[in-house]
């Protein structure tokens, strides 16, 4: 069935160091990326978006890109703020789906300290 | 503006109390979607309605039903509360069904069963 992974938390970073959430995903033919994060006492909102291979989605700074060859979406950012701290969920969305709905993985807590 | 709003913020029940959830989007959106996040923060659809029309219904007990008045309501009626029904549940909309189309999320309903 199709699914998502991602690295357990909590990331803990100081501020403006280098940040990696890695996801990987199992589905068949070419499913929709998402990365959604939720800051604290929030609802989830979206961060960046990429829907077929090669494409790089980005947003505040966040970057990920779509490798079919290796099943993975993975969240970077290149110096992250205290502002950052939240809970981030990679998410997919079947290519064929006719419902829009969202597979997510467990979600990966980041702590970033001043 | 609220996107997506959800009545109440918090609720706290007995067991075996009977209780609603609403959610509205002024959005304009024709499908609006049900999920229920539990205490690791795992996220899990529950329910979908694409103009008042039932789309997607997960293994969900009988106790959970859905009530879609117009295309800008969705409410949440749970009978015969559990424990186990503790959790936030998070209301959201689409501009429509299909792989693309980003998903609004409102602010979350914490359910706390004692």
């Known amino acids: 069935g199709n699914s998502v992974t991602q690295m357990e938390g909590p990331v803990t970073l100081s501020e403006e160091a280098f940040l990696t959430i890695n996801c990987t995903y199992t589905?068949?033919?070419?499913?929709?990326l998402f990365w959604y994060v939720q800051y604290p006492g929030e609802g989830l909102q979206l961060l960046l978006k990429a829907t077929k291979a090669d494409d790089k989605g980005s947003n505040k700074g966040f970057e990920a890109t779509y490798r079919k060859e290796t099943t993975s979406f993975h969240l970077e950012k290149g110096s992250v703020q205290v502002s950052d701290s939240a809970v981030y969920f990679c998410?997919?969305?079947?290519?064929?789906?006719?419902?829009?709905?969202?597979?997510f993985g467990q979600g990966t807590t980041l702590q970033v300290k001043p | 503006d609220t996107a997506v709003s959800q009545t109440p913020k918090y609720l706290v029940t007995q067991m075996g109390n009977d209780k609603s959830i609403k959610c509205e989007q002024n959005l304009g959106h024709d499908t609006m979607y049900w999920y229920k996040q539990d205490s690791k923060k795992f996220l899990k659809i529950m329910f979908s309605y694409n103009n008042k029309e039932l789309i997607i219904n997960e293994t969900v007990p009988n106790r959970f039903s859905p009530k879609s008045p117009d295309k800008a309501h969705l409410n949440l009626h749970i009978n015969s509360l559990e424990l186990g029904d503790s959790a936030v549940y998070f209301c959201a909309s689409s501009p429509r069904t299909g792989p693309y189309n980003e998903q609004f999320f409102g602010p979350g309903t914490r359910l706390t069963v004692l």
């Open positions: 589905a068949t033919g070419y499913p929709s």
């Open positions: 998410a997919l969305r079947r290519a064929s789906s006719n419902t829009g709905k969202l597979i």
